[in-house]
């Protein structure tokens, strides 16, 4: 079956200017997770969401990024005036439900470079 | 605060050469503890989950297991195509996120 999907895959944009990255999870998966990863790091947890609610966020690293989950399937992560220091790779995954020992299915990431 | 330690950085091995990656945590309860395997541009790819000290996984070449501290990724006569980043990860009994170790870069010579 299809798994995560996230797009785009690769996103170059410009220093101060807005990102949406999205990210379609497996269907029928409720819990889903944004996480960002930089070069030789493993992936930092951003948010948490269980159907349409954000039922975590305390990773989020300021209010420049926020994320959205409206119809409790695909959710998009925005980040508004970029800075250089932004530049990742973005992974999202999703598990059937969060509240128990569900493994992640991971994506395979949208790489942001901010210029 | 959870914490996940995985150890040695960076681990060359030959091709037939078993072997064995750390990961040391600390968790306010332990819920799961998470071993991945990722590929160089994808996801983390999931392997096992184990519950509670001394229980053991196997799947072909590995075998993970778990004491309170401490759990081991223990590769029995890698092949080159076992190269990969192996990431532990922690959820614990108090909340939703998993948080995951650094990795342990394997690389397996023919």
């Known amino acids: ?115 | 605060e959870d914490q996940v330690t995985q150890s040695p950085e960076a681990l060359r091995l030959q091709e037939g050469e078993s072997s064995s990656l750390n990961c040391s945590y600390t968790v306010s309860g332990l819920r799961g503890l998470f071993w991945y395997r990722q590929d160089p541009g994808k996801g983390p790819e999931f392997l096992f989950t184990l519950y509670s000290a001394g229980e053991e996984k196997e799947k072909e070449r590995l075998k993970a297991t778990l004491t309170k501290k401490e759990s081991f990724l223990h590769i029995t006569a890698p092949k080159p195509e076992d190269s990969a980043t192996y990431l532990c990860a922690v959820r614990n009994t108090g909340g939703f996120k998993t948080i995951f170790g650094a990795g342990t870069r394997l690389f397996v010579k023919a």
Request: glycine content about 12%.
């Open chain 1, 1 to 115: 079956g299809a798994g995560v999907s996230q797009t785009p895959s690769n996103k170059v944009t410009e220093k101060g200017k807005y990102v949406e990255l999205r990210c379609d999870p497996i269907s029928g998966h409720t819990a889903l997770y944004w996480y960002r990863q930089s070069l030789g790091q493993g992936p930092e947890f951003l948010i948490y969401f269980q159907g349409t609610g954000a039922a975590d966020d305390s990773g989020l690293p300021n209010d420049r990024f926020f994320a959205v989950r409206p119809e409790g399937s695909v959710s998009t992560l925005k980040i508004q005036r970029t800075e250089r220091g932004d530049s990742a790779v973005y992974l999202c995954a999703s598990s059937l439900t969060g509240a128990n020992n569900s493994p992640l299915h991971f994506g395979n990431g949208t790489r942001l470079t901010v210029t």
